[in-house]
């Protein structure tokens, strides 16, 4: 089982649409969550960190389930500009460099 | 704001062919990572080095190398290029306390190499 599956997708949605994406995680002793977007042909970049209690960041929102191994980013208000493969990322503890996993990415493409 | 900086951006080998993919940082970051990124896949940890002279294998380390003789230089070596490595290579930077903690886990991303071998 791979420790980090997302739905590839692609999602293809309009302006202005609400879309989420979802991602589980396969170790249930995973403690730190990222949302990462990578454009077509360029480097990932962080998104947002995901927190137990969730967090929002203007119109993305990013929520952890524990219980169920799972975290999800939803972002309001589409824009053309969200367009990109998000990657869902999780570690497993706070202090290894090798233990940092990430998703397969799921593709987003905002339609006008 | 250099940032991680990798040179080349584009490179095609022929099978057999050796070449370095370089790598360097201007964030005193202490912690450095070489990954591939193959169409429609996460991206895989090649190597890792958590300091100058510390290096250690990731998940697909075989067919490459690397070395950490500075905090700022991170190259991976190709010795003998073959197909199956033909991919996009992506260095990263992070840092991490005394203690080892890492800041926010946050990587930083050099733009990335792409390398087709034939």
Same mark, same amino acid.
């Given at each position: 089982?791979?420790?980090?599956?997302?739905?590839?997708?692609?999602?293809?949605v309009?302006?202005?649409?609400?879309?989420?994406?979802?991602?589980?995680?396969?170790?249930?002793?995973? &403690?730190?969550?990222?949302?990462? !977007?990578?454009?077509?042909?360029?480097?990932?970049?962080?998104?947002?960190?995901?927190?137990?209690?969730g967090?929002?960041?203007?119109?993305?929102?990013?929520?952890?389930? !524990?219980a169920s &191994?799972?975290?999800?980013?939803? #972002? !309001?208000?589409?824009?053309?500009?969200?367009?990109?493969?998000y990657?869902?990322?999780?570690?497993?503890?706070?202090?290894?460099?090798n233990?940092?996993?990430?998703?397969t990415?799921?593709?987003?493409?905002? #339609?006008? | 704001?250099?940032?991680?900086?990798?040179?080349?951006?584009?490179?095609i080998?022929?099978?057999?062919?050796?070449?370095? =993919?370089?790598?360097?940082?201007?964030?005193?970051?202490?912690?450095?990572?070489?990954?591939?990124?193959?169409?429609?896949?996460? =991206?895989? =940890?090649?190597?890792?080095?958590?300091?100058?002279?510390?290096?250690?294998?990731?998940?697909?380390?075989n067919?490459?190398?690397? +070395?950490?003789?500075?905090t700022?230089?991170?190259?991976?070596?190709?010795?003998?290029a073959?197909?199956?490595?033909t +991919?996009v290579?992506?260095?990263?930077?992070?840092?991490?306390?005394?203690?080892?903690?890492?800041?926010?886990?946050?990587?930083y991303?050099?733009?990335?190499?792409?390398l087709?071998?034939?």
């Open positions: 089982r791979k420790e980090v599956e997302q739905d590839p997708g692609p999602f293809n309009p302006e202005g649409a609400t879309v989420a994406f979802n991602c589980t995680y396969s170790n249930s002793a995973s &403690q730190s969550f990222f949302w990462y !977007r990578q454009d077509c042909r360029k480097e990932p970049k962080l998104l947002m960190s995901v927190y137990s209690s967090n929002e960041d203007g119109r993305f929102t990013a929520q952890l389930n !524990r &191994q799972y975290i999800s980013l939803l #972002i !309001r208000d589409s824009k053309l500009s969200d367009s990109a493969t990657l869902c990322v999780v570690t497993a503890d706070q202090t290894g460099a233990n940092l996993f990430f998703g990415g799921t593709r987003l493409t905002v #339609i006008p | 704001n250099a940032g991680v900086t990798q040179t080349p951006k584009f490179r080998l022929k099978i057999g062919q050796s070449m370095t =993919l370089q790598c360097t940082q201007d964030m005193n970051h202490n912690y450095m990572y070489w990954y591939r990124q193959d169409p429609g896949m996460g =991206l895989k =940890l090649i190597y890792y080095s958590v300091g100058a002279g510390i290096t250690d294998k990731g998940e697909v380390p067919g490459y190398n690397v +070395s950490r003789s500075t700022e230089d991170f190259p991976l070596r190709l010795e003998l073959a197909p199956s490595q +991919s290579y992506f260095c990263a930077s992070s840092y991490s306390d005394a203690r080892g903690l890492l800041a926010k886990n946050i990587q991303f050099g733009a990335g190499t792409r087709s071998v034939l």
